[in-house]
């Protein structure tokens, strides 16, 4: 198993930028490709960015495709998500999402671990 912790989350104009990280506890992280995928209010929970294991591998939605980067540290058990050019749409909590299968996670089909999630408001 593995526990997923996200921070980073917070308030930010629109066009500004936000780091968010996703710490993994547990056995063997290298071993899970990463995603994550957020939810904003009164709408489902919809796929951003996956990575593969080794980080060589990278899969975005076209919403945030040349805005935000997925990376990886599987030394320190961390990946992360940088956004930038931020807008109003992209408000959602964030929520870091681990699986075995980069096939699933790239079509959106998330895993079974889950972060517990982190704010991100965007202000016009």
């Known amino acids: 198993q593995v526990q997923l912790v996200e921070s980073g989350g917070g308030l930010v104009q629109a066009g500004g930028s936000l780091r968010l990280s996703c710490a993994a506890s547990g056995r063997s992280f290298s071993s899970y490709c990463m995603g994550w995928f957020r939810q904003a209010p009164g709408k489902e929970r919809e796929f951003v960015a996956a990575i593969g294991w080794f980080g060589t591998s990278t899969y975005y939605a076209d919403s945030v495709k040349g805005r935000f980067t997925i990376s990886r540290d599987n030394a320190k058990n961390t990946v992360y998500l940088q956004m930038n050019s931020l807008k109003p749409e992209d408000t959602a909590v964030y929520y870091c999402?681990?699986?075995?299968?980069?096939?699933?996670?790239?079509?959106?089909?998330?895993?079974?671990?889950w972060g517990q999630g982190t704010q991100v408001t965007v202000s016009s």
């Open positions: 999402n681990a699986d075995r299968s980069l096939a699933q996670l790239r079509v959106g089909t998330a895993g079974d671990y």
